[in-house]
């Protein structure tokens, strides 16, 4: 019973300041302001705008850890350490070793890569594109002088190409 006479004695107050704040004023329905719709409105709002800044708070993490990741210095502090740099050799050996293999065939190779006949090779080239045009010309034109000077220019470039012993 208490109870409800103090409910009453705080509803009745509550009018009274109501009363009081907003005099006759009526919201849109007609029904006069209440000043716990409005208190309810401010703290909606409140709450929102509280969740809007924690959100805020979390993106600004976010932006900050994202710009530390992005930072050149921050690469030169992580580190593979070295067991996992031995499994991944490890973990390649056999890849490794065959391309060791390749690498050492090349360097037995290189005393061949280096000589006259390979470094010739651009010459060459120009050699055997003035045959192909002397070639086509001759497919156009037949005589027996081209011939003779095609199978010679022949005779040439294969002596060149192809030394005889000394």
């Known amino acids: 019973m208490d109870r409800n006479l103090e409910t009453d004695n ?21 029904k006069p302001i209440k000043c716990a719709e409005s208190l309810i409105r401010i ?18 993490k976010k932006i900050e850890d994202l710009l530390k990741y992005l930072d050149p210095q921050f690469t030169d502090h992580i580190t593979v350490p070295d067991t996992m740099k031995l499994e991944f050799i490890l973990a390649e050996e ?18 061949l890569l280096d000589s006259t006949y ?23 034109n037949p005589s027996l002088s081209l011939r003779i000077s095609l199978v010679s220019f022949i005779c040439q470039l294969l002596h060149v190409c192809i030394p005889g012993p000394n």
Do not use: C
């Not at 703290?43 to 600004?60: C, D, M, S, W, Y």
């Open 10 to 30: 705080l509803e009745m107050r509550l009018q009274a300041l109501e009363s009081r704040i907003y005099g006759e004023r009526r919201n849109k329905s007609g």
């Open 43 to 60: 703290q909606a709002g409140l709450n929102n705008t509280a969740n809007k800044r924690e959100r805020v708070k979390i993106l600004h």
């Open 94 to 111: 056999d890849f490794l070793l065959s391309q060791a293999a390749l690498l050492e065939q090349v360097s037995n190779m290189q005393p």
């Open 118 to 140: 390979i470094r010739d090779v651009p010459e060459h080239a120009t050699k055997l594109q003035r045959l192909s045009q002397i070639h086509i010309k001759e497919q156009v």
